[in-house]
C-alpha cells in the first residue's frame, strides 16, 4: 500500500529556511493533491498548501508569501519550502495524499507520521 | 475561506454510550467534508470523506451525516479505543480544518 515518510532537518534557525521533503513508495503520484500540514505543539492541525500534478498549486493564504510546494516524479516525491521561519513556525510537519475528483471528495487518506521541526537558536 | 466550528470542545462518556460531535461551516461547502481522528503522538486517520462515506476499514458504529453547512459524526457505541481528538475538515473552498473535539472515555 501507499505509504509517505517526511525528512528533513529538525531544527532550523530563525529566519532561515525550513525544507522538507515527502517521499511516497507504493503508489503512483498522478491524479492526487499533494498536501503538506502542520501542526503546532498542543494546537490544532493548519493546512500549509498542495500540489496536484505539477501544475496546480494552492497555498494558505496566512503563509502564501513565505511557503514553495514543488514536485519530482521521477524521485516519487514532493517537497515544501517556508522561508523567514519565527518560532511560532515550530511544529509536527505532516504530508498526505489527498483527492478530489470531480464533484466527489475522498478526503485525505495516507498521512506521513510527521517530522517535528523546532525553530530556535 | 470557510471556517470550521466544532462543539463540544470536549465529551466525556463512558464506553457503549453514544458521542455526537457537530461541525459547523461559516459557508456552504455542500459535500466536500471528511472527518479525521488522532490520538495522542499519530498521525490523524480518515475516518468519513464526502460527508457520510466511512473510510476503508473504519468500524461501522462511525457514521457522518450532514451538507452544506452542518454536519455530525456520530460513534454510536463508544469505546475505550475510541479515546482521541476528532477534527473535522473542508475542501470546497481552499482547506480548512475545524478545531476537534477531545473525546474522553470515562
Known amino acids: 500500500q501507499v505509504q509517505l515518510q517526511e525528512s528533513g532537518p529538525g531544527l532550523v534557525k530563525p529566519s532561515e529556511t525550513l525544507s522538507l521533503t515527502c517521499t511516497v513508495s507504493?503508489?503512483?503520484?498522478?491524479?492526487?493533491?499533494w498536501t503538506w500540514i502542520r501542526q503546532p505543539p498542543g494546537k490544532g492541525l493548519e493546512w500549509i498548501g498542495y500540489?496536484?500534478?505539477?501544475?496546480?498549486?494552492n497555498y494558505n493564504p496566512s503563509l502564501r508569501s513565505r511557503v514553495t510546494i514543488s514536485l519530482d516524479t521521477s524521485k516519487n516525491q514532493f517537497s515544501l519550502r517556508l522561508s523567514s521561519v519565527t518560532p511560532a513556525d515550530t511544529a509536527v510537519y505532516h504530508c498526505?495524499?489527498?483527492?478530489?475528483?470531480?464533484?466527489?471528495?475522498?478526503?485525505?487518506?495516507?498521512w506521513g507520521p510527521g517530522t517535528t521541526v523546532t525553530v530556535s537558536s | 475561506e470557510s471556517v470550521l466550528t466544532q462543539s463540544p470542545a470536549t465529551l466525556s462518556l463512558s464506553p457503549g454510550e453514544r458521542a455526537t460531535l457537530s461541525c459547523r461551516a461559516s459557508?456552504?461547502?455542500?459535500?466536500?467534508l471528511a472527518w479525521y481522528q488522532q490520538k495522542p503522538g499519530q498521525a490523524p486517520r480518515l475516518l468519513i470523506y464526502?460527508?457520510?462515506n466511512r473510510a476503508t476499514g473504519i468500524p461501522a458504529r462511525f457514521s457522518g451525516s450532514g451538507s452544506g453547512t452542518d454536519f455530525t459524526l456520530t460513534i454510536s457505541s463508544l469505546e475505550p479505543e475510541d479515546s482521541a481528538v476528532y477534527y473535522c475538515?473542508?475542501?470546497?473552498?481552499?482547506?480548512?480544518f475545524g478545531g476537534g473535539t477531545k473525546v474522553e472515555i470515562k
Open positions: 459557508q456552504s461547502v455542500s459535500s466536500y
Open positions: 507504493g503508489g503512483s503520484m498522478s491524479g492526487y493533491y
Open positions: 464526502a460527508a457520510s
Open positions: 498526505a495524499r489527498d483527492l478530489l475528483h470531480g464533484d466527489f471528495y475522498y478526503g485525505m487518506d495516507v
Open positions: 500540489i496536484y500534478d505539477g501544475a496546480g498549486i
Open positions: 475538515q473542508q475542501r470546497s473552498n481552499w482547506l480548512t
